[in-house]
C-alpha cells in the first residue's frame, strides 16, 4: 500500500478518457468515464486490506471522479468541436457563404500536385460581377451584398459535387 490507506491517482485516467473524447467525441469519453468511475469503485470496495474511516468514502470518491472525469471529457470534446468549427469558418466567406482566397488557394495547390503527379488537367474560371461598385453607391451595401449571395448561390449550383466556388476579392 505505498500510497496510503485513502489516496489516488485518478489522473492516470485522464490520458485514455482525454483521447476518446477528442478522438471520439463525448460519448465514447463518458463511457470511459463511467467505466473508470465504476472500476475503480469496485476495486476500492473489493480489494482494500484496510477499511476506510467512514462507510461512504468509496462511494464518495467515485462520485467525485466520475464527475472529474465528465468535465474532462466535456471540456475537451467541446473545445475540439470549437476549433473544427473554427477551422472551417476560416475558410469560409460569410458574406456569400462560398469558399475565401484561403480556401482557393489550397485547392488549387492540391490539384497543381494532382497535375504533377498524374498529368490531369484541371480548370479555373475566374468571374467579376460588372458593375458592383455602382450598384452598392446606388442602392447600398444590403443590394450588393444581396447579389453577391445570389450569385454565389448560382454558381453552387450551376458545378459539380467536388468543385469549388470561392470569393477572392470584393466583387470576384
Same mark, same amino acid.
Do not use: M
Given at each position: 500500500? %505505498?500510497?496510503?490507506?485513502?489516496?489516488?491517482?485518478?489522473?492516470?485516467?485522464?490520458?485514455?478518457?482525454? *483521447?476518446?473524447?477528442? $478522438?471520439?467525441?463525448? =460519448?465514447?469519453?463518458?463511457?470511459?468515464?463511467?467505466?473508470? #468511475?465504476?472500476?475503480?469503485?469496485l476495486? @476500492?470496495?473489493? +480489494?482494500?486490506?484496510?477499511? $476506510?474511516?467512514?462507510?461512504?468514502?468509496? %462511494?464518495?470518491? %467515485?462520485?467525485?471522479?466520475?464527475?472529474?472525469? *465528465?468535465?474532462?471529457?466535456?471540456?475537451?470534446?467541446?473545445?475540439?468541436?470549437? *476549433?473544427?468549427?473554427?477551422?472551417?469558418? +476560416? /475558410?469560409?466567406?460569410?458574406?456569400?457563404?462560398? +469558399?475565401?482566397?484561403?480556401?482557393?488557394?489550397?485547392?488549387?495547390? +492540391?490539384?497543381?500536385?494532382?497535375?504533377? /503527379? $498524374? #498529368?490531369?488537367?484541371?480548370?479555373?474560371?475566374y468571374?467579376?460581377?460588372?458593375n *458592383? =461598385?455602382?450598384?452598392?453607391?446606388? =442602392?447600398?451595401?444590403?443590394?450588393?451584398?444581396?447579389?453577391? =449571395?445570389?450569385?454565389?448561390? %448560382?454558381?453552387?449550383?450551376?458545378?459539380?459535387?467536388? @468543385?469549388?466556388? #470561392?470569393?477572392?476579392?470584393?466583387?470576384?
Amino acid at each position: 500500500d %505505498a500510497t496510503g490507506s485513502e489516496r489516488a491517482f485518478s489522473i492516470f485516467c485522464f490520458f485514455p478518457i482525454g *483521447l476518446a473524447a477528442w $478522438y471520439l467525441g463525448w =460519448k465514447a469519453g463518458g463511457a470511459i468515464s463511467v467505466e473508470s #468511475a465504476v472500476a475503480w469503485y469496485l476495486a @476500492d470496495t473489493r +480489494a482494500r486490506a484496510v477499511p $476506510y474511516s467512514h462507510v461512504f468514502i468509496p %462511494a464518495w470518491n %467515485a462520485g467525485a471522479r466520475l464527475i472529474t472525469f *465528465l468535465t474532462l471529457t466535456v471540456l475537451l470534446s467541446r473545445v475540439r468541436e470549437g *476549433l473544427e468549427h473554427e477551422r472551417r469558418n +476560416a /475558410r469560409i466567406d460569410p458574406l456569400p457563404g462560398a +469558399a475565401n482566397g484561403r480556401a482557393f488557394y489550397e485547392k488549387v495547390n +492540391a490539384q497543381l500536385a494532382h497535375l504533377r /503527379r $498524374y #498529368a490531369r488537367p484541371f480548370g479555373i474560371l475566374y468571374l467579376d460581377v460588372d458593375n *458592383l =461598385k455602382t450598384l452598392n453607391d446606388q =442602392k447600398g451595401h444590403a443590394a450588393g451584398d444581396a447579389a453577391l =449571395k445570389e450569385t454565389a448561390a %448560382a454558381l453552387k449550383r450551376a458545378v459539380r459535387e467536388g @468543385d469549388l466556388v #470561392a470569393r477572392l476579392g470584393g466583387d470576384e
